[in-house]
T-cell receptor, first 113, second 116 residues
Framework: NAGVTQTPKFRILKIGQSMTLQCTQDMNHNYMYWYRQDPGMGLKLIYYSVGAGITDKGEVPNGYNVSRSTTEDFPLRLELAAPSQTSVYFC????????????FGPGTRLLVL | AQTVTQSQPEMSVQEAETVTLSCTYDTSESDYYLFWYKQPPSRQMILVIRQEAYKQQNATENRFSVNFQKAAKSFSLKISDSQLGDAAMYFCAYRSAENSGYALNFGKGTSLLVTP
């Protein structure tokens, strides 16, 4: 049972490049989330999904896209990387039941130059 | 939207002593959850303790306990017998029990330094 896994661990992008951050969970969780953490700040919600085929925007969705074709995977797409997207990205998941706790992946550190 | 405020950017405690980290939140909801997460230099988010708003009893997990004051919208974390391994960023987080998505709203964090 690997929990929530994220790839890559670290990436450097040039301005205007695109990339996909991968997130996979093997706990059969319904809900999945993408957060970003800027230096010295707490985590902010980018997008979330309540099940396969269903996604919704969070607090800071601009510049990102997501899809959820399976229960296990929730990739985050950056189409035109900008320096403002330099951050640490966390994926998380949880079961549908309200009392359940979120489990976080180890994070992806992204540097846009 | 609910806001979470941690007014202490940094705190320091001596090993074996007790420290309290503060958190206040703003909400109009009656049913919600509150959490404290620890983030060591590895950046992994580790759940320390959680509190359900409908429970009057304060949550406790070994050396960690909370003081939950619902009317005051206050949720502080007390760490007893502090250890060097407790040094980390600590984030307070709020989660609605009523809205779809049930995502976490985080404070800006408190950096805890533990001195020998």
């Amino acid at each position: 049972n690997a929990g929530v896994t994220q790839t890559p661990k670290f990436r450097i992008l040039k301005i205007g490049q695109s990339m996909t951050l991968q997130c996979t969970q093997d706990m059969n969780h319904n809900y999945m989330y993408w957060y970003r953490q800027d230096p010295g700040m707490g985590l902010k919600l980018i997008y979330y999904s309540v099940g396969a085929g269903i996604t919704d925007k969070g607090e800071v969705p601009n510049g990102y896209n997501v899809s959820r074709s399976t229960t296990e995977d929730f990739p985050l797409r950056l189409e035109l990387a900008a320096p403002s997207q330099t951050s640490v990205y966390f994926c998380a998941s949880r079961l549908r039941e309200t009392r359940e706790t979120q489990y976080f992946g180890p994070g992806t550190r992204l540097l846009v130059l | 939207a609910q806001t979470v405020t941690q007014s202490q950017p940094e705190m320091s405690v001596q090993e074996a002593e007790t420290v309290t980290l503060s958190c206040t939140y703003d909400t109009s909801e009656s049913d919600y959850y509150l959490f404290w997460y620890k983030q060591p230099p590895s950046r992994q988010m580790i759940l320390v303790i959680r509190q359900e708003a409908y429970k009057q009893q304060n949550a406790t997990e070994n050396r960690f306990s909370v003081n939950f004051q619902k009317a005051a919208k206050s949720f502080s974390l007390k760490i007893s017998d502090s250890q060097l391994g407790d040094a980390a960023m600590y984030f307070c987080a709020y989660r609605s029990a009523e809205n779809s998505g049930y995502a976490l709203n985080f404070g800006k964090g408190t950096s805890l330094l533990v001195t020998p």
